[in-house]
Structures are given as structure tokens and as C-alpha cells.
Nanobody, 123 residues
Framework: QVQLVESGGGSVQAGGSLRLSCAAS????????MGWFRQAPGKQREGVAR???????GYADSVKGRFTISKDNAKNTLYLQMNSLKPEDTAMYYC?????????????????WGQGTQVTVSS
């Protein structure tokens, strides 16, 4: 079992930055594949960034060059550094954990989800 708790959301003006954190509890955290997802009102949930068990990362096209995902296994914490934020980044952001997954692409299944943290970007 893994429990995930996100923090770091808030309100910011366009062009600003935020860093989201996701603290995980449970065993074998370092082996999990991890991801950040977001869901805006009236829209489907979308994958934003992922970091797989081998450290490989991937990003949605809409955030490439602006967002950076990282993971501190010693602290059992996942991060999402968000720079140059845009109003269209406004959403509830969730972190998720899945089983060990190597290489490129998204893990096929994320078993554990946090409760989310709200990010609001004003123009």
C-alpha cells in the first residue's frame, strides 16, 4: 500500500512558478513509477509528467520545457517544478504511483492516487 499526499498548489499570476510536492508512505517507494496528472473542470484527466522506475521521464507536449518532474527516493517525495505558468494550466493536480515500470512511455496502470492540490493561474 502507498499513501500519497500532495502539497504546494495555490494561486499565481501567469508567468509565475509553483513547485508541487507529493509525499509518499509505504514500502518500496523507489521502485514505483510515478506521475503527475491534472484535471480541469469539464475536462478529462490528462497526464502531465511521469518518472519511471529507471528514472526516465516524459512530459505532455503542453508542458514540455516548462515543467520538470523529479523524485527524491531518500525523502519518499515526488516533485513537479512548474515555470512559466499559463492560465490553461489551471487544474487540480494529482500525483499517482504505479508498479515498477522501465523505459519510455507511461506506466499502463497507476494504482495509488493522492487527493489532489489546486493550481490556479490568472492572466
Amino acid at each position: 500500500q502507498v499513501q500519497l499526499v500532495e502539497s504546494g498548489g495555490g494561486s499565481v499570476q501567469a508567468g509565475g512558478s509553483l513547485r508541487l510536492s507529493c509525499a509518499a508512505s509505504g514500502d518500496s517507494y523507489s521502485t514505483y513509477s510515478m506521475g503527475w496528472f491534472r484535471q480541469a473542470p469539464g475536462k478529462q484527466r490528462e497526464g502531465v509528467a511521469r518518472i519511471n522506475s529507471d528514472g526516465s521521464t516524459g512530459y505532455a507536449d503542453s508542458v514540455k520545457g516548462r515543467f520538470t518532474i523529479s523524485k527524491d527516493n531518500a525523502k519518499n517525495t515526488l516533485y513537479l517544478q512548474m515555470n512559466s505558468l499559463k492560465p490553461e494550466d489551471t487544474a487540480m493536480y494529482y500525483c499517482a504511483a504505479g508498479p515498477r515500470y522501465l523505459g519510455g512511455g507511461w506506466c499502463p496502470r497507476y494504482n495509488y492516487w493522492g487527493q489532489g492540490t489546486q493550481v490556479t493561474v490568472s492572466s
